[in-house]
Structure formats: C-alpha cells, structure tokens
C-alpha cells in the first residue's frame, strides 16, 4: 500500500508564500527537482491560488483565510477512517 502523503506536502503552501526560510526552500527545491509528482500537482494548485489573491484588486492585508489555509496545509491532517 502507499497511502503515505509525502512529508514535503505540508511545506508547499508556505513556499508559494514565500515564507519558508532558506533551509527548508533548499530542501523542499531539491525534493521539487526530483519530480514529486504529488507535490508538483500541489504546488500548481497552491500557486494558482497565491497569484489570485497578488491580482485581486484590494491590496489589503492578506485575509485570515490564507493564514488558515497555510496552517492547515502545515498541520498533519486527521487520518481517515474515524469519524466520517
Ligand atoms: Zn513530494
């Protein structure tokens, strides 16, 4: 079976943030060079989101909801199975 999300995942969000610092980028970049296809899909999804909010028209604050966003992509996920 492999179930197993990757570890990088978590750091994905951050990084289209740019808010990792630079040792976590050097690891997380030399980990996107080897072609995860998990994260690639990720960060795609991720980055997409992030121009989004650089082009809508308010420059504001960024709203709590990306602070969650990001906390939430950092956080380890519940696993499935006991709840739903
Ligand atoms: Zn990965």
């Given at each position: 079976?492999?179930?197993e999300r990757c570890?990088?995942?978590?750091?994905?969000a951050a990084h289209a943030l740019d808010a990792l610092d630079s040792a976590e980028r050097a690891g997380?970049?030399?980990h996107l060079r080897s072609r995860c296809a998990e994260c690639e899909g990720e960060l795609g999804r991720t980055r997409r989101e992030v121009e989004a909010?650089?082009?809508s028209p308010?420059?504001?604050?960024?709203p709590p909801l990306?602070?969650?966003r990001?906390?939430?992509a950092v956080r380890p996920r519940r696993r499935r199975g006991s709840g739903e």
């Open positions: 079976m492999g179930a570890a990088w995942l978590g750091l994905l997380l970049e030399g909010l650089a082009e308010a420059p504001v604050a960024p990306v602070r969650r990001v906390l939430n």
